[in-house]
């Protein structure tokens, strides 16, 4: 079982940048595929981004697509989230999850919010 816990979130200006982590304990992390999803007030969760277990394998969502960038580090059991052009409507609560043995994904960490002020 990987566990992971999101961090890097804050209040930015629109055209702004962040970047967000996503750690993980457990010494298999590098076997799974891993994603990032947000949910804003009152919508329902989204799927932002994922990365294949090796890093090669990469998918966004279209409307972050050019302004979002998926990595990993297996090394440092870490994906990270690197957000550039940051729009008001990427307010979020943004979360990260490794692929289950079903191919889902769950967010059990709190995970981390992210606001961006026009």
């Known amino acids: 079982q990987v566990q992971l816990v999101e961090s890097g979130g804050g209040l930015v200006q629109a055209g702004g940048s962040l970047r967000l982590s996503c750690a993980a304990s457990g010494r298999t992390f590098s076997r799974y595929d891993v994603g990032w999803f947000r949910q804003a007030p009152e919508k329902l969760r989204e799927f932002v981004a994922t990365?294949?277990?090796?890093?090669?394998?990469?998918n966004y969502t279209d409307s972050v697509k050019g302004r979002f960038t998926i990595s990993r580090d297996n090394a440092k059991n870490t994906v990270y989230l690197q957000m550039n052009s940051l729009r008001p409507e990427d307010t979020a609560v943004y979360c990260c999850?490794?692929?289950?043995?079903?191919?889902?994904?769950?967010?059990w960490g709190s995970g981390t919010l992210v606001t961006v002020s026009s």
């Open positions: 990365i294949g277990w090796d890093g090669t394998s990469r």
């Open positions: 999850a490794a692929k289950n043995s079903q191919g889902g994904y769950d967010c």
